[in-house]
């Protein structure tokens, strides 16, 4: 299916009407929810399309192709996040280029991109990876980690830690993913009465296009749209 600028539209006001559903179930309102589009693997016109429509947070996996699609920082009307695993190599190019990087998903990278924001003598808004599934196939920090995690982040004074994403394991019945969700949730909220996340948790950023209504349920403040917008990925 070739995709206008029309099927995007419609696509989009679907899940946004499905976003607003969810937030009732959950006592809050749609605009609580932030809807990211996932852009991996699609090309620029599809891009300018989604910002045609509204669309004003985006999402990447992988930091060239960004670097290729997307237009410096200081030209952009919308935020664009790193949702991908980021390879250290990759970190310089990331920090300047990226509103948020919600892939730290262990204490050597927060470590590492620590570093090179006080180098460049700036604070960098992060999200901390959970492997809540405790998948072998997926990086992440453990549920049984939470505990080391305020005190490792103490002194890494350049990071903004705002809050959690995870990607749970795929199940065709989503129902079956909700636990998993309200995991992250207990987890969110024990994190964030704990310095030096107090005040500072605001983002959990879970569900896409196969189980966002059960992560809005759940408790997510965020989620990551890529196929119900777009389509399978060309």
């Not at 999402?59 to 060239?64: A, C, I, L, S």
């Not at 995870?166 to 964030?192: D, K, W």
């Amino acid at each position: 299916m070739t995709l206008s600028a029309e099927i995007i539209k419609e696509n989009i006001q679907t899940v946004k009407s499905a976003v607003a559903d969810a937030a009732r179930v959950s006592r809050r309102q749609a605009d609580d929810i932030r809807i990211m589009a996932v852009t991996k693997a699609q090309p620029c016109d599809v891009v300018r399309l989604a910002i045609d429509a509204g669309i004003t947070l985006f999402g990447e996996n992988k930091v060239q192709e960004a670097i290729d699609k997307f237009p410096i920082p200081d030209q952009r009307s919308y935020e664009l996040h790193m949702i991908g695993a980021l390879q250290k190599n990759k970190i310089n190019k990331s920090l300047t280029f990226f509103s948020m990087i919600q892939s730290v998903d262990s204490i050597s990278l927060a470590e590492e991109v620590n570093k090179r924001a006080a180098i460049l003598g700036i604070v960098v808004p992060v999200l901390l990876e959970f492997n809540i599934g405790e998948e072998r196939t997926k990086t992440g920090f453990l549920p049984r980690e939470t505990v080391f995690l305020p005190q490792a982040f103490s002194s890494l004074h350049n990071l903004d830690v705002q809050g959690m994403m995870c990607i749970p394991p795929y199940i065709e019945n989503v129902n079956e993913v909700r636990p998993y969700f309200a995991a992250m949730r207990s987890l969110f909220e024990m994190l964030g009465d704990r310095e030096p996340f107090l005040n500072h948790f605001k983002v959990l950023s879970m569900g896409m296009s196969h189980d966002y209504k059960i992560a809005i349920e759940e408790g997510a403040t965020m989620v990551r749209i890529g196929t119900a917008f777009f389509g399978q990925r060309r």
